[in-house]
Protein backbone atom coordinates (compact mmCIF):
# COMPACT_ATOMS: atom_id res chain seq x y z
CA UNK A 1 0.00 0.00 0.00
CA UNK A 2 1.24 3.35 -1.01
CA UNK A 3 1.14 5.51 1.92
CA UNK A 4 -0.42 9.41 1.58
CA UNK A 5 1.85 11.78 2.86
CA UNK A 6 -1.58 13.45 4.32
CA UNK A 7 -2.76 10.58 6.70
CA UNK A 8 -2.07 11.86 9.88
CA UNK A 9 -5.07 13.72 10.62
CA UNK A 10 -5.93 15.69 13.81
CA UNK A 11 -9.21 16.60 14.62
CA UNK A 12 -10.59 19.49 17.72
CA UNK A 13 -13.25 18.47 18.86
CA UNK A 14 -15.85 21.42 20.38
CA UNK A 15 -18.16 18.68 21.84
CA UNK A 16 -18.69 18.95 26.00
CA UNK A 17 -17.22 22.06 26.81
CA UNK A 18 -15.29 23.88 24.54
CA UNK A 19 -12.34 23.06 22.12
CA UNK A 20 -10.81 20.72 24.83
CA UNK A 21 -10.49 17.33 23.00
CA UNK A 22 -7.96 16.83 20.44
CA UNK A 23 -8.27 13.49 18.22
CA UNK A 24 -5.42 12.20 16.08
CA UNK A 25 -6.26 9.50 14.00
CA UNK A 26 -2.90 7.91 12.73
CA UNK A 27 -2.14 5.20 9.96
CA UNK A 28 1.40 3.34 10.32
CA UNK A 29 3.06 3.60 6.78
CA UNK A 30 4.08 0.21 7.26
CA UNK A 31 1.11 -2.00 8.38
CA UNK A 32 -1.37 -2.38 5.82
CA UNK A 33 -5.02 -0.10 6.71
CA UNK A 34 -4.41 -1.07 10.00
CA UNK A 35 -5.52 1.97 11.75
CA UNK A 36 -4.32 2.81 15.26
CA UNK A 37 -6.34 5.85 16.71
CA UNK A 38 -6.15 8.12 20.11
CA UNK A 39 -7.39 10.56 21.79
CA UNK A 40 -6.04 13.03 24.46
CA UNK A 41 -6.34 16.44 25.94
CA UNK A 42 -5.34 19.58 23.59
CA UNK A 43 -1.72 20.25 23.36
CA UNK A 44 -0.75 16.44 24.90
CA UNK A 45 1.29 16.65 21.85
CA UNK A 46 3.31 19.68 22.40
CA UNK A 47 3.49 19.34 25.90
CA UNK A 48 4.91 16.21 25.08
CA UNK A 49 7.60 17.06 22.50
CA UNK A 50 8.38 19.97 25.26
CA UNK A 51 8.95 18.03 28.11
CA UNK A 52 10.42 15.30 26.64
CA UNK A 53 12.91 17.30 24.38
CA UNK A 54 15.96 16.65 25.73
CA UNK A 55 15.21 12.82 26.24
CA UNK A 56 13.94 12.76 22.29
CA UNK A 57 17.06 14.50 20.86
CA UNK A 58 19.62 12.54 22.93
CA UNK A 59 17.52 9.10 21.29
CA UNK A 60 17.68 10.58 17.73
CA UNK A 61 21.13 11.47 17.86
CA UNK A 62 21.71 7.99 19.30
CA UNK A 63 20.44 6.55 15.86
CA UNK A 64 21.91 9.43 14.07
CA UNK A 65 25.33 8.33 15.23
CA UNK A 66 24.52 4.60 14.61
CA UNK A 67 23.93 5.51 10.74
CA UNK A 68 27.29 7.24 10.50
CA UNK A 69 29.69 4.79 12.21
CA UNK A 70 27.82 1.56 11.03
CA UNK A 71 28.09 2.98 7.77
CA UNK A 72 25.82 -0.23 6.65
CA UNK A 73 23.39 0.31 3.11
CA UNK A 74 21.34 -3.13 4.25
CA UNK A 75 17.70 -2.68 3.90
CA UNK A 76 16.91 -5.11 6.50
CA UNK A 77 19.06 -4.29 8.82
CA UNK A 78 18.11 -0.07 8.45
CA UNK A 79 14.25 -0.99 8.73
CA UNK A 80 15.89 -3.43 11.79
CA UNK A 81 17.19 0.13 13.04
CA UNK A 82 14.53 2.44 12.63
CA UNK A 83 11.80 0.06 13.50
CA UNK A 84 13.52 0.00 17.37
CA UNK A 85 14.07 3.84 17.07
CA UNK A 86 9.92 4.18 16.86
CA UNK A 87 10.03 1.91 20.04
CA UNK A 88 12.04 3.95 21.55
CA UNK A 89 10.38 7.17 20.72
CA UNK A 90 6.93 4.96 22.33
CA UNK A 91 8.72 4.00 25.44
CA UNK A 92 9.02 7.93 26.33
CA UNK A 93 5.53 8.55 25.21
CA UNK A 94 2.18 7.26 23.85
CA UNK A 95 1.48 11.01 22.68
CA UNK A 96 4.63 11.06 19.92
CA UNK A 97 2.97 9.93 17.14
CA UNK A 98 3.86 12.50 14.99
CA UNK A 99 7.47 11.45 15.68
CA UNK A 100 6.46 8.11 15.15
CA UNK A 101 4.67 8.81 11.59
CA UNK A 102 7.93 10.68 10.28
CA UNK A 103 10.07 7.54 10.92
CA UNK A 104 7.46 5.15 9.66
CA UNK A 105 7.68 7.52 6.23
CA UNK A 106 11.89 7.08 6.06
CA UNK A 107 11.11 3.49 6.49
CA UNK A 108 8.98 3.41 3.98
CA UNK A 109 11.67 5.68 1.74
CA UNK A 110 14.03 2.82 2.44
CA UNK A 111 11.56 0.32 1.18
CA UNK A 112 10.95 2.65 -2.27
CA UNK A 113 14.80 2.56 -2.58
CA UNK A 114 14.98 -0.95 -2.59
CA UNK A 115 11.82 -1.57 -5.22
CA UNK A 116 13.24 1.25 -7.13
CA UNK A 117 10.76 3.67 -6.75
CA UNK A 118 13.00 5.94 -5.66
CA UNK A 119 16.37 7.15 -6.59
CA UNK A 120 18.74 9.15 -4.72
CA UNK A 121 22.98 9.92 -5.41
CA UNK A 122 23.35 9.98 -1.58
CA UNK A 123 24.31 6.56 -0.09
CA UNK A 124 21.14 5.35 1.66
CA UNK A 125 22.92 5.04 4.93
CA UNK A 126 23.74 8.99 4.14
CA UNK A 127 20.13 9.78 3.33
CA UNK A 128 18.90 7.99 6.84
CA UNK A 129 21.37 10.24 8.63
CA UNK A 130 20.26 13.71 6.68
CA UNK A 131 16.53 12.77 7.66
CA UNK A 132 16.94 12.18 11.14
CA UNK A 133 19.21 15.70 10.94
CA UNK A 134 16.33 17.11 9.59
CA UNK A 135 14.00 15.16 11.63
CA UNK A 136 16.06 16.88 14.70
CA UNK A 137 16.40 20.45 13.10
CA UNK A 138 12.50 20.79 12.94
CA UNK A 139 11.65 19.57 16.27
CA UNK A 140 14.43 22.63 17.28
CA UNK A 141 12.47 24.73 15.60
CA UNK A 142 9.27 23.99 16.66
CA UNK A 143 10.06 23.78 20.44
CA UNK A 144 11.54 27.41 19.91
CA UNK A 145 8.82 28.71 18.37
CA UNK A 146 6.08 26.97 20.88
CA UNK A 147 8.12 28.74 23.71
CA UNK A 148 8.62 32.29 22.47
CA UNK A 149 5.05 32.66 21.87
CA UNK A 150 4.11 31.95 25.53
CA UNK A 151 7.22 33.19 27.41
CA UNK A 152 8.54 36.43 27.08
CA UNK A 153 12.17 34.65 29.06
CA UNK A 154 12.56 33.01 25.60
CA UNK A 155 13.51 34.80 22.03
CA UNK A 156 12.26 33.04 18.64
CA UNK A 157 16.00 30.57 19.38
CA UNK A 158 14.54 29.27 22.57
CA UNK A 159 17.69 31.01 24.04
CA UNK A 160 16.46 32.22 27.58
CA UNK A 161 16.71 35.88 27.92
CA UNK A 162 18.91 37.61 30.31
CA UNK A 163 15.70 39.08 32.27
CA UNK A 164 14.96 41.67 35.33
CA UNK A 165 11.20 41.82 35.13
CA UNK A 166 8.90 40.19 37.43
CA UNK A 167 10.23 36.34 37.03
CA UNK A 168 7.24 34.94 38.64
CA UNK A 169 5.02 36.80 36.84
CA UNK A 170 5.81 36.38 33.47
CA UNK A 171 7.81 33.16 33.28
CA UNK A 172 5.84 30.95 35.78
CA UNK A 173 2.11 32.26 34.75
CA UNK A 174 2.59 33.50 31.29
CA UNK A 175 -0.86 34.31 30.78
CA UNK A 176 -3.09 33.86 27.57
CA UNK A 177 -2.23 37.06 26.99
CA UNK A 178 1.02 37.26 26.37
CA UNK A 179 0.68 34.89 23.36
CA UNK A 180 3.03 36.76 20.75
CA UNK A 181 2.60 35.02 17.47
CA UNK A 182 1.50 37.44 14.51
CA UNK A 183 1.40 34.75 11.93
CA UNK A 184 0.45 31.20 12.39
CA UNK A 185 0.52 29.07 8.90
CA UNK A 186 -1.99 26.56 9.28
CA UNK A 187 -2.45 22.90 7.08
CA UNK A 188 -5.76 22.33 5.62
CA UNK A 189 -8.82 22.10 7.63
CA UNK A 190 -12.04 20.24 7.55
CA UNK A 191 -14.37 21.59 9.47
CA UNK A 192 -17.99 20.43 10.06
CA UNK A 193 -20.51 22.45 12.08
CA UNK A 194 -23.17 21.61 14.55
CA UNK A 195 -26.24 21.55 12.38
CA UNK A 196 -27.81 18.62 13.59
CA UNK A 197 -30.83 20.46 15.47
CA UNK A 198 -30.51 23.86 13.47
CA UNK A 199 -33.83 25.70 12.63
CA UNK A 200 -34.43 28.00 10.27
CA UNK A 201 -36.04 30.27 13.10
CA UNK A 202 -33.57 30.02 15.88
CA UNK A 203 -31.28 32.96 15.77
CA UNK A 204 -28.40 31.04 17.11
CA UNK A 205 -25.39 30.65 15.02
CA UNK A 206 -24.23 27.65 13.73
CA UNK A 207 -20.78 27.10 15.13
CA UNK A 208 -17.86 24.84 14.25
CA UNK A 209 -17.82 21.60 15.89
CA UNK A 210 -14.94 19.21 14.69
CA UNK A 211 -11.64 20.79 12.64
CA UNK A 212 -9.45 17.87 10.82
CA UNK A 213 -6.05 18.96 9.85
CA UNK A 214 -3.41 17.00 7.72
CA UNK A 215 -0.51 17.68 9.22
CA UNK A 216 2.80 17.30 6.48
CA UNK A 217 5.21 18.06 9.61
CA UNK A 218 5.90 19.48 13.13
CA UNK A 219 5.75 22.65 12.96
CA UNK A 220 1.95 21.79 11.21
CA UNK A 221 1.07 20.17 14.64
CA UNK A 222 2.68 23.56 16.28
CA UNK A 223 0.79 25.87 14.75
CA UNK A 224 -2.22 24.25 14.79
CA UNK A 225 -2.02 23.54 18.71
CA UNK A 226 -0.80 26.97 19.37
CA UNK A 227 -4.38 28.53 17.42
CA UNK A 228 -6.58 26.44 19.00
CA UNK A 229 -4.87 27.13 22.59
CA UNK A 230 -5.51 30.59 21.43
CA UNK A 231 -8.78 30.24 20.26
CA UNK A 232 -9.90 28.20 23.89
CA UNK A 233 -8.38 31.15 25.76
CA UNK A 234 -5.72 28.72 27.06
CA UNK A 235 -1.91 29.23 27.75
CA UNK A 236 1.06 26.84 27.83
CA UNK A 237 2.81 27.62 31.66
CA UNK A 238 5.87 26.49 32.97
CA UNK A 239 5.38 24.90 36.78
CA UNK A 240 7.32 26.86 39.48
CA UNK A 241 8.23 23.75 40.64
CA UNK A 242 8.58 20.77 38.90
CA UNK A 243 9.63 23.23 35.67
CA UNK A 244 7.19 20.78 33.60
CA UNK A 245 5.18 22.87 30.73
CA UNK A 246 1.49 22.24 31.27
CA UNK A 247 -2.03 23.87 29.95
CA UNK A 248 -4.43 24.42 32.75
CA UNK A 249 -7.82 22.65 32.67
CA UNK A 250 -9.85 22.26 35.90
CA UNK A 251 -10.11 25.20 38.02
CA UNK A 252 -9.41 25.79 41.63
CA UNK A 253 -11.93 27.97 44.53
CA UNK A 254 -14.40 29.32 42.00
CA UNK A 255 -17.53 29.28 42.48
CA UNK A 256 -19.72 28.72 39.96
CA UNK A 257 -22.72 31.04 40.82
CA UNK A 258 -21.88 34.52 39.03
CA UNK A 259 -23.33 35.64 35.96
CA UNK A 260 -21.59 34.19 32.89
CA UNK A 261 -19.97 36.50 31.40
CA UNK A 262 -18.15 37.62 34.76
CA UNK A 263 -17.38 33.76 35.32
CA UNK A 264 -16.04 32.77 32.33
CA UNK A 265 -13.40 35.88 32.48
CA UNK A 266 -12.62 34.95 36.24
CA UNK A 267 -12.25 31.37 35.16
CA UNK A 268 -9.84 32.40 32.33
CA UNK A 269 -7.85 34.15 34.81
CA UNK A 270 -7.53 32.01 37.48
CA UNK A 271 -6.65 29.24 35.25
CA UNK A 272 -3.90 31.05 33.15
CA UNK A 273 -2.26 32.54 36.10
CA UNK A 274 -1.11 29.16 37.79
CA UNK A 275 1.77 28.82 39.12
CA UNK A 276 2.03 25.11 39.59
CA UNK A 277 0.63 22.09 37.57
CA UNK A 278 -0.77 19.93 40.69
CA UNK A 279 -1.64 19.82 44.02
CA UNK A 280 1.46 18.01 44.81
CA UNK A 281 3.42 20.60 43.28
CA UNK A 282 1.73 23.53 44.89
CA UNK A 283 2.06 22.16 48.29
CA UNK A 284 5.90 21.85 47.93
CA UNK A 285 6.11 25.12 46.68
CA UNK A 286 4.04 26.37 49.39
CA UNK A 287 6.51 24.54 52.00
CA UNK A 288 9.28 25.92 50.07
CA UNK A 289 7.67 29.53 50.69
CA UNK A 290 7.40 29.31 54.27
CA UNK A 291 10.93 27.95 54.34
CA UNK A 292 12.18 31.17 52.24
CA UNK A 293 10.31 33.39 54.87
CA UNK A 294 11.86 31.52 58.13
CA UNK A 295 15.24 32.52 56.59
CA UNK A 296 14.32 35.95 55.47
CA UNK A 297 16.40 38.01 57.74
CA UNK A 298 17.56 40.42 55.58
CA UNK A 299 14.38 41.91 55.26
CA UNK A 300 13.91 41.64 59.25
CA UNK A 301 17.39 43.11 59.66
CA UNK A 302 16.54 46.22 56.53
CA UNK A 303 13.19 46.89 58.49
CA UNK A 304 14.79 47.38 61.98
CA UNK A 305 17.83 49.39 60.54
CA UNK A 306 15.87 51.61 58.81
CA UNK A 307 13.37 52.27 62.30
CA UNK A 308 16.89 52.65 63.70
CA UNK A 309 17.79 54.97 61.28
CA UNK A 310 14.84 57.13 62.08
CA UNK A 311 15.08 56.87 65.81
CA UNK A 312 18.91 58.45 65.33
CA UNK A 313 17.41 61.10 63.45
CA UNK A 314 14.56 62.37 65.77
CA UNK A 315 16.81 62.10 68.74
CA UNK A 316 19.99 62.31 67.87
CA UNK A 317 21.61 59.36 68.82
CA UNK A 318 23.80 56.40 67.33
CA UNK A 319 21.51 53.22 67.56
CA UNK A 320 22.22 52.00 63.74
CA UNK A 321 26.06 52.14 64.64
CA UNK A 322 25.81 50.57 67.83
CA UNK A 323 23.22 47.88 66.16
CA UNK A 324 25.63 47.23 63.27
CA UNK A 325 28.87 47.36 65.75
CA UNK A 326 26.78 44.31 67.24
CA UNK A 327 25.40 42.45 64.13
CA UNK A 328 28.24 42.18 62.61
CA UNK A 329 30.24 40.79 65.62
CA UNK A 330 27.61 38.17 65.70
CA UNK A 331 27.65 37.29 62.52
CA UNK A 332 31.71 36.54 62.90
CA UNK A 333 31.20 34.38 65.55
CA UNK A 334 28.20 32.00 63.73
CA UNK A 335 30.85 32.13 61.07
CA UNK A 336 33.62 30.86 62.94
CA UNK A 337 31.65 28.63 64.98
CA UNK A 338 29.58 26.66 61.88
CA UNK A 339 31.25 27.69 59.04
CA UNK A 340 30.22 29.35 55.74
CA UNK A 341 28.67 26.54 54.36
CA UNK A 342 26.11 26.24 57.02
CA UNK A 343 24.38 29.53 55.64
CA UNK A 344 21.02 27.87 56.70
CA UNK A 345 21.46 27.60 60.40
CA UNK A 346 23.84 30.98 59.99
CA UNK A 347 20.61 32.73 58.81
CA UNK A 348 18.28 31.36 61.27
CA UNK A 349 20.72 32.71 64.08
CA UNK A 350 20.77 35.79 62.51
CA UNK A 351 17.02 36.48 62.70
CA UNK A 352 16.15 34.52 66.03
CA UNK A 353 18.93 37.76 67.14
CA UNK A 354 17.11 40.47 65.18
CA UNK A 355 13.86 39.62 66.25
CA UNK A 356 14.87 39.22 69.61
CA UNK A 357 16.50 43.12 69.71
CA UNK A 358 13.06 43.87 68.39
CA UNK A 359 11.31 42.55 71.08
CA UNK A 360 13.26 43.93 73.71
CA UNK A 361 12.88 47.73 72.22
CA UNK A 362 9.36 47.50 72.37
CA UNK A 363 9.63 46.54 76.27
ZN1 LIG B 1 4.65 20.74 38.72
Known amino acids: MKPNKSNFLMTFDSYNGGFDKEQTTYLPVLIGDKVVKYENELATSLLDLLNNYDKILKTLDKYLKKCIEQKTNEYSELIKTFGNLKKEILKQSNNLYILIYFIDILIFDILEIQNGNLYIEDEIYLYCANYIFSLKEELANSRDFALST ?205 LSIKDDRKK
Not at 214 to 231: P, Q
Open 150 to 354: FFRTYNITGEQLQYTGDMEKDFYASAYETFTATQLSLPSVDIKFDNVEYNSNSKEKMEPYSFTYSIFSIADLVNVTLYHLKKNERAILCCANCKKYFVPTAHINIVEKEDSDKLEKKLIKERNTRVTCSNDCLNARRKEKTKQNLYGYKKEKKNLRDSLRNMDKRHNTHLLEEFDLKFNKKETELLNKYGSDNFEIIEEKLLQYI
